[in-house]
Nanobody, 120 residues
Framework: QVQLVESGGGVVQPGESLTLTCAIT????????MGWYRQAPGKQREMVAT???????NYADSVKGRFTISRDNAKKLVTLQMDNLQPEDTAVYYC??????????????WGQGTQVTVSS
């Protein structure tokens, strides 16, 4: 019913930039949260950035000032602009959609992931 497809990953040097794009098909719901998570080798998945339908945005402390999340609700796209990338940003990045019901239940959907590698 709902599918998320990420694109835009790649290999860059420290200080360079990448833009990740997530295309969503299916209903996103009126109340929802879109976001990006990442998982580095040997580590747990962590939140990178999220954006709700009402404009609330959250970033992980490690990416504040460097990453920017944005939503295009008409096109059902969510992007992550990543500037000044560092080796510690190396991870598989996953797009997430959380549909939120009238009683507050969250239903999560995930993309397949896209690899970001930052290396000199």
């Amino acid at each position: 019913q709902v599918q998320l497809v990420e694109s835009g990953g790649g290999v860059v040097q420290p200080g360079e930039s990448l833009t990740l794009t997530c295309a969503i098909t299916g209903p996103i719901g009126g109340v929802n949260r879109m976001g990006w998570y990442r998982q580095a080798p040997g580590k747990q998945r962590e939140m990178v950035a999220t954006a709700t339908n009402d404009g609330t945005i959250n970033y992980a402390d490690s990416v504040k000032g460097r990453f920017t999340i944005s939503r295009d609700n008409a096109k059902k796209l969510v992007t992550l602009q990543m500037d000044n990338l560092q080796p510690e940003d190396t991870a598989v990045y996953y797009c997430n959609l959380a549909r939120i019901s009238r009683i507050g239940d969250h239903t999560n959907y995930w993309g397949q992931g896209t690899q970001v590698t930052v290396s000199s």
